[in-house]
């Protein structure tokens, strides 16, 4: 099994939509991520969370929103999807438990489009 | 502003060498990451370099340039699988990633 699990795996939905990404992790990492990929350009964060408790904008937070449920789980939602969100969604962890940076570790991705 | 530059594309030889430079100007420094990410798939850990100098890990190495704001990642004994993007991310004073768009490698036989 992954230790780092994003579902769905893909998604096509329409314009005004809700859609909730939801991503969940067996590696035991406080951290975790959402980043978007778009073709030609690099990964972008959309949030992060170093906590439960802790929620931070990132580079590219308009129009979409998170939530940390637990530990293990950190969710994506788009309140209402536009076509220029179409996209690869990535979420990731990492560990800070080390005092020393670590690498993050990436789920499979969900790739989404909104028609 | 800050700013991650890779080549877009290379392409190599089978059995051959290939470097992929990145340069970057990034507020503050707390370490270069090289990830290596096939088609559709997860970007999956490589290297890790925060210190001036060269890492090796097997096939292959990274190095690191501080004072240039210079990074290669080298690798060896080019084999088909290593057909893939290579993204070089920079840890920034806040340490968050800032990630290059990323170079596509394609190995010829």
Known sequence: ?115 | GQNIDQPTEMTATEGAIVQINCTYQTSGFNGLFWYQQHAGEAPTFLSYNVLDGLEEKGRFSSFLSRSKGYSYLLLKELQMKDSASYLCAVMDSNYQLIWGAGTKLIIKP
């Open chain 1, 1 to 115: 099994d992954a230790d780092v699990t994003q579902t769905p795996r893909n998604r096509i939905t329409k314009t005004g939509k809700r859609i909730m990404l939801e991503c969940s992790q067996t590696k035991g990492h406080d951290r975790m991520y959402w980043y978007r990929q778009d073709p030609g350009l690099g990964l972008r964060l959309i949030y992060y969370s170093f906590d439960v408790k802790d929620i931070n904008k990132g580079e590219i937070s308009d129009g979409y929103s998170v939530s940390r449920q637990a530990q293990a789980k950190f969710s994506l939602s788009l309140e209402s999807a536009i076509p220029n969100q179409t996209a690869l969604y990535f979420c990731a962890t990492s560990d800070s438990r080390t005092g020393e940076v670590q690498p993050q570790h990436f789920g499979d991705g969900t790739r989404l489009s909104i028609l």
